[in-house]
């Protein structure tokens, strides 16, 4: 602004009789707020009706038996099937600690490593809600920052393979 102001008082000295002579307004002292949420509209506490089904319980139950809970089974394709479709899941009787389960089988499941970037994504943000859910505040800020590490724009474009792999891995461990 400043070098705008000498460049039209130089253009002015030069070339008095211009049609416009008025100076530019100062924009340094003008307001730089950009985002004024007074004057935002409220938003629903939803974003879709998939939201609203919540976790199912049969990934609670891999949980709680000591079994690892897959990403795909936080899809919105996923949580709706579990949802709607859960009473004709097939379910497998597995032995943990001389304890019999009743559990989800998960081959009727796309596996893992064909997940798509943006299902993903859409995937981690349900498994962080169940994580804010079932854990303390340490497991959710390590699980934060995971997926916020893994999903820069560039790597998740470039990488995206070797993302996943890694993801899946550090998961399981």
């Known amino acids: 602004p400043a070098s705008q102001a ?4 130089l253009l002015n000295s030069i070339m008095p ?22 004057k935002e509209a409220l938003s629903s506490g939803t974003i879709d009706s998939t939201y ?12 709680d038996a000591g079994q690892y809970c897959p990403l795909t089974l936080f899809s919105a394709e996923n949580t709706e099937c579990l ?5 004709s899941l097939k379910r497998s009787k597995i032995h943990v600690n001389g304890v019999s389960h009743h559990l989800l089988d998960l081959s ?3 596996g893992e490593l064909n997940l798509d970037a ?8 349900r498994y962080l809600t169940w994580i804010a859910d079932i854990g303390d505040q340490a497991s959710l800020k390590r699980w ?3 997926f916020s590490l893994l999903s820069k724009d560039e790597a998740v474009r470039k990488n ?12 399981q461990n």
């Open 52 to 63: 609203n089904f919540g976790i199912h319980s049969f990934i609670q139950d891999l949980a």
């Open 17 to 38: 009789n211009t049609a416009s002579t008025s100076t530019r307004p100062n924009v340094v002292s003008a307001s730089k707020v950009l985002f004024d949420s007074s």
């Open 6 to 9: 000498q460049g039209s008082a």
């Open 83 to 87: 949802h709607r479709e859960g009473h």
């Open 160 to 171: 995206f393979r070797a993302i996943l792999e890694f993801d899946i891995e550090t998961r």
């Open 144 to 146: 934060t920052n995971h």
């Open 118 to 125: 943006l299902t993903w994504q859409e995937a981690y943000q």
């Open 108 to 110: 009727q499941f796309e």
